[in-house]
């Protein structure tokens, strides 16, 4: 059962008791992410993530690494395009232990100038090894085209022209906006207890309230094309199309879509492409939430003297599923699936705090794994065929990166 606390200040507490575990995952879950940045700030909330691991007011960057590995447990945090998450999993004995580290990164970070200008290097050499490989920096350009100048285009880890105007008072200016009560959701899974929870609410009752309400427009889908000159073996190639939200009545349909599509060994895409013409070693397809849009991608690496074919395969593939879409088997395939990888993922505690944390943040609601079933029990073969129809029958964005930057006549 999950149960929801609030705090006066806003912070809410979602809190699911799993007493056949000897486990616990905890994660502080921010709202804000590289959507919710400005153009002259991008990247900020990424390196504010590595800056919550550098140094707090009673403890060195080594020790916050030296706490969890010397009782076992995990520490990590991630940022994605609408959310940020600092995350432990720890032994249950030691999960008051996980929550006073996370908090005190939380809380008494220094952003000490050596230790931000460390970092900002580290950074910056994360940003040259995503650009040297292509069929990660091809994701990142296609998001730039689908959605231009809205801030969905922009990259999570910045620019290195931002990344230089970044200190100790851009991040905490960035903090007063978005660290704020609204915008913290603290998870926690596992075999939790009364004093932890009543730890965590004395803890997070100190995050101040939410002055700041992010007032972001819902994006225009655009249907435009970029390619990029790059000496690589292959020609890395995504389309992108029109997806749904979070919490979009059909977003069950949209995912059976995808796993038909190119979700699977058994898609569609990897068995015509991959299985039946040899043209490549990775293609697949994914579909990306967010909260008010959507995109589905397809992406397919190929050498450059098969791209026409590739491209022909790929328009085949999904012109056939537009036209005549699934089957019934396809359907019940996609759906028993769906559902195993739903319940296969509660025997992990960090997997139903990820879940509870994302729901909480993007949705405000949780539904029991038997409302999931069910709901994925009634989709029905019309309602994917419809959408096939409306997805796969616009004009995709297109990027492409190649050692020519040529795209294909078909495709401009």
Known sequence: MIQKIELENGVRIIAEKITTVRSVSVGIWIGTGSRFEQPEENGISHFLEHMFFKGTKTRTAAEIAESFDRIGGQVN????????CYYAKVLDEHAEYAVDVLSDMFFNSTFEKAEL???????????????????????????QVSYGKHALGYPILGTVETLQTFDETT?????????????VVISVAGNITDELLERLKKTFAQVKPT?????????????????????????????GYPGLPVGDEHVYAL????????GSMSSRLFQEIRENRGLCYSV??????YHDSGMLTIYAGTGLSQLDELVEALQG???????????????????????????????????????NGKNELLLKRHRSLDDMIDEIN???????????????GSKPSVSLISSTGELPKALQ
């Open 77 to 84: 945090a991630f940022t994605s395009k609408e959310y940020t």
């Open 117 to 143: 200008e460390k970092e900002r290097n580290v950074v910056y050499e994360e940003i040259k090894m995503v650009d040297d490989t292509p069929d990660d920096i091809v994701h990142d350009l296609l998001s």
């Open 171 to 183: 991040l905490r200016s960035y903090m007063d906006r978005f660290y704020t009560g609204d915008y």
């Open 211 to 239: 002055t700041h309400q992010y007032r972001g427009e819902k994006p225009n889908f655009l249907s435009n094309h970029a390619s990029r000159k790059k000496d690589t073996e292959q020609a890395h190639l995504c389309l």
């Open 255 to 262: 995912v059976l879509l995808n796993n038909v599509l190119g």
């Open 284 to 289: 697949f397809s994914y579909h990306s939430s």
């Open 317 to 355: 593939t999904t012109n056939e599923l537009m036209k005549k879409g699934i089957s019934e088997k396809e359907l019940l395939n996609g759906k028993e699936q769906l559902k195993g990888s739903l319940m296969l993922s509660l025997e992990s505690t960090n997997s139903r705090m990820s879940r």
């Open 378 to 392: 009634h989709v029905k073969l019309d309602e994917v065929n419809q959408l096939a129809k409306e997805i796969l």
